[in-house]
């Protein structure tokens, strides 16, 4: 898989070893929440959970596929799934 060039698709995504990251910054607190409830609903629909690490209203996410060791299709498909809920709620 080309990570780098599937990169280019998701631009507020980065590398880090196995990993996709991102941070979010949301307007408020609430919507912080509100954010990681849409993609908890989401992930769990697609059996693919992020990991998500939330400070005040920034949300930082980390996606790897663990059961195949690296990166895969299913943490890209996630990615732009997170982008379009982050950005629905102004983040």
Not at 25 to 44: G, K, L, Q, S, Y
Not at 48 to 55: K, L, M, Q, S, T
Not at 61 to 72: F, P
């Amino acid at each position: 898989m080309d990570v780098e060039s599937k990169l280019k698709d998701l631009p507020a995504w980065r590398r880090e070893g196995d990993e996709i990251r991102r941070s979010v910054n949301a307007p408020d607190f609430p919507t912080a929440i509100r954010i990681v409830d849409e993609i908890a609903v989401r992930a769990e629909e697609l059996d693919h959970h992020p990991d998500i690490d939330i400070r005040w209203r920034t949300l930082h996410l980390a996606l790897t596929t663990h059961d195949q060791g690296g990166l895969t299709e299913r943490d890209f498909t996630l990615a732009a799934i997170i982008d379009d809920i982050a950005a629905r709620h102004g983040a």
